[in-house]
């Protein structure tokens, strides 16, 4: 259950991060464009690339050497580092959902959700490298409930932005919110920064 728990708030942690994807969810939602599909396209979408992360991961992890495992490990770190390095210069951040949406058919809303969640190239460093890299070491089940962990936090995330856009968005502008939220996901992957290097060094 523990790996189930750390997968939720590692996926939350990375989530988090405002990207075009999410301000796309919100936009949609504050709209009431079919928000349904919307969610559920960006969750879906998330629960297979965490897993295929996961899975590929689990596979080559079998043809490893140290070498290879210890460049995988470095890598990680860099990425981590840089993770928060961007978090922390964020903390002024302010963004603007007030722009027009013009009213769409629910297949071009789909196609555009895709097109934010496919060809974003953070949605594979987050889910595929980073989800599947950090759970390298886990054994299968623990693998497993690590991916739904984190699977359950998009679906969360998604849902809750897409519905809640309205409430949500007159927070998400303000600057003292997105302090608190860059002071939790900095915490959060400090804490697995030097998990990484622990487990690197040992």
């Known amino acids: 259950m523990e790996y189930l728990v750390v997968g939720f ?28 599909l919307v969610c559920l396209v960006c969750s ?13 991961f689990h596979y080559f992890i079998q043809y490893f050497n140290p070498t290879i495992e210890l ?17 922390i210069k964020s903390f002024n951040l302010k963004v603007n959902f007030n722009n027009e949406v013009p009213d769409i058919s629910k297949i071009n809303i789909f196609l555009k ?29 623990q693998k497993i409930l690590f991916g739904v962990g984190a699977s359950i936090a998009s679906f969360v995330f998604f849902f809750v932005i ?19 939220i860059n002071i939790f996901i900095i915490s959060f992957m400090s804490l697995l920064t030097i998990f990484v290097i622990l487990e690197t060094i040992n």
Do not use: C
């Open 113 to 141: 959700t895709l097109g934010f969640t496919y060809l974003n190239p953070h949605v594979y460093s987050d889910t595929v490298f980073f989800l599947g890299n950090f759970s390298k070491n886990f054994i299968i089940n």
């Open 44 to 56: 879906i979408s998330d629960l297979i690339l965490i897993f295929l992360g996961i899975f590929l």
């Open 162 to 180: 897409g519905y809640l856009s309205k409430y949500l968005s007159q927070y998400a502008q303000s600057e003292k919110v997105w302090k608190i």
């Open 71 to 87: 460049l995988f490990n470095i890598l990680l770190i860099i990425f981590l580092i840089h993770f928060i390095y961007t978090k």
């Open 9 to 36: 708030f590692t996926g939350l942690s990375l989530i988090l991060a405002i990207g075009a994807q999410n301000v796309f969810v919100i936009e949609q939602g504050l709209k009431k464009q079919h928000i349904f």
